[in-house]
């Protein structure tokens, strides 16, 4: 029996590692700056319409992420990577293609940038949720590897074509055809959910460290779950009750009154020999046979006695206050931080051709691949600061999660006003460096932010609809960048477009983004105003209860 534990462990980290292969295909989204202005100007786009290609690959990222998940927790997680790698390389290479034949409708070029965006989507979607049913006890962990190897796929593949096919845009789109189909092939046949016979049990000691939770859930139960039914849906799925807003008495970011009896959980007391239902691959990731099992999810990253006790999603969450300013907010810095990583290639071309008129284009397509990776590896350190911040900030300053998005806010205020100031392209890196900061320090919280707010239960559902806000954002401020640099460019009798006035290129914009810094301070610090509220008249009706 044990010799067969050892061998199931291997074949979950063999999973796991294939499902960190794939992910490092799939954020090849954000390197596209590094290969935009030499497809530009050799297909004679101007930047409004770069941008706009840019921009459907944002789409198919972010916009179909709710069906995406459905579909991936309906049929399983191994068809969709198979799916993904063939929409990857039926995006990447007709874009190469275009770029060998310097021709290219636009209409045709948006279509194929969508199509590696649903690409990465997919296949992201899988291997995420492989790693989570693999280890249910260690899903915070175990889903950490996918997400860092996403968050570094830009500097992974900006790095490799740097090094191996340096100013060359037509390889370097090659290797994205071929190599982003080749990691998520080869990690197909290793990526598989294999079943648990039995689950971590709970020992008595547990339970007496926590008598006020367990009461409270049982009191919960037994008031509104007669006959012992449990509620098992799970997240992306609908019944009944799940456009309504289920409250206990110490709501989070959703407003004063509301119910506070929640049918979420049962909570009788559970044996030590319980079996875990097998898992398979249309499991949820959320569901679980006992709220100790979900608790695994965000052990260490979020609220979980608050986050079971309440369950917001649907119409409900529309209706919410605290949605509508978390949705602000991040609409306002993920749009602030994808127009630098959009156009950062944009910015090293303007710095560079007004300070030094004798650069190359090999030389500039190289400095453009290293502001990529700049970006990549800020973003990934600012996610991992702002998931041990965020705890810190909690358990040890008894604060709240929102003030990492004050940090980030701020991160981000920095980086438009260097790039409002920075005329030396050699210190261009505090403007790539910053905005990826910033952007980390945004999605490392975000997740629990929303979990916290509005509930476990619907995590998939309203995590789909806050990733809504980039699409929005980022097409109003990118679009607004091709403008700006458009109007200050002059096109050649061959149509080739170039901007020789240097930060004027560009700078118009970054004073837009900059006044949207100042409007998510502000948001950020309404939403914590909004959070104190809640928590004060929260306690206030506790002592009345208890009088």
């Not at 401020?477 to 700006?484: P, R, S, T």
Request: hydrophobic letters at 45%; a neutral charge; one cysteine or more.
């Amino acid at each position: 029996m044990g010799q067969q534990n050892q061998q199931m462990r291997r074949a979950r980290l063999v999973a796991s590692v294939a499902a960190t292969i794939i992910s490092l295909a799939c954020g090849t989204n954000y390197v596209y700056s590094a290969w935009a202005p030499q497809f530009a100007e050799r297909l004679k786009l101007s930047a409004t319409q770069s941008n706009l290609i840019g921009q459907f690959g944002n789409l198919g990222m972010y916009s179909l992420g709710v069906p995406v998940g459905m579909f991936v927790d309906r049929r399983g997680p191994r068809p969709f990577v198979l799916i993904g790698a063939f929409l990857l390389v039926a995006g990447y290479f007709p874009l190469h293609m275009a770029y060998d034949k310097a021709y290219g409708s636009v209409v045709a070029l948006c279509f194929f940038s969508f199509l590696t965006g649903l690409g990465s989507c997919m296949a992201f979607a899988a291997a995420v949720k492989t790693s989570a049913l693999n280890w249910p006890g260690h899903r915070g962990t175990a889903t950490a590897f996918p997400l860092a190897a996403f968050g570094l796929s830009a500097f992974f593949f900006s790095f490799i074509g740097s090094v191996l096919f340096p100013g060359d845009p037509s390889a370097f789109l090659k290797l994205l055809s071929f190599g982003t189909v080749g990691l998520t092939f080869v990690g197909f046949f290793f990526l598989k959910v294999y079943p648990h016979s039995n689950y971590r049990a709970i020992c008595h000691e547990e339970g007496r460290r926590s008598p006020p939770l367990s009461a409270h859930l049982r009191q919960s139960y037994s008031q509104s779950t007669p006959h012992g039914i449990r509620h098992s849906e799970e997240p992306g799925t609908s019944n009944t009750d799940s456009t309504n807003t289920h409250m206990a008495s110490s709501p989070v970011l959703s407003g004063p009154n509301t119910p506070s009896n929640n049918p979420s959980w049962s909570s009788k007391p559970v044996n030590n020999d319980i079996e875990e239902d097998a898992v398979d691959e249309t499991s949820s990731l959320m569901s679980s046979t006992t709220p100790e099992l979900v608790e695994n999810v965000v052990a260490s990253s979020v609220d979980t006695d608050r986050s079971h006790r309440i369950d917001i999603r649907g119409f409900s969450l529309l209706r919410s206050q605290s949605f509508w300013l978390l949705f602000t907010i991040m609409a306002i810095l993920s749009g602030v931080g994808l127009m630098t990583i959009n156009n950062i290639g944009n910015d090293v071309n303007a710095l560079w051709k007004r300070y030094d008129g004798s650069v190359t284009e090999d030389f500039l397509v190289h400095r453009q691949q290293m502001h990529v990776s700049i970006l990549s590896v800020c973003s990934f350190v600012g996610r991992l600061l702002s998931g041990v911040g965020s705890d810190f900030l909690v358990k040890s300053l008894h604060a709240s999660r929102i003030w990492c998005l004050f940090v980030a806010s701020i991160v981000f205020l920095v980086a438009q006003v260097c790039a409002l100031i920075i005329e030396n392209p050699r210190l261009l890196g505090f403007v790539s460096g910053l905005s990826g900061l910033g952007y980390g320090f945004l999605f490392g919280v975000f997740p629990s932010l929303v979990t916290e707010a509005f509930g476990i239960r619907g995590l998939s559902q309203n995590w789909g609809f806050m990733t809504l806000a980039p699409v929005i954002s980022s097409n109003i401020f990118n679009l607004f960048y091709g403008l700006v640099l458009d109007s200050h460019s002059v096109f050649d009798p061959s149509g080739e477009r170039s901007c020789h006035d240097g930060l004027e290129c560009y700078r118009a914009a970054y004073w837009v983004t900059l006044i949207a810094c100042l409007l998510g301070i502000v948001f950020t610090l309404r939403t914590v105003q909004h959070e104190r509220g809640i928590e004060v008249a929260s306690v206030k009706r506790k002592t009345n209860t208890e009088d």
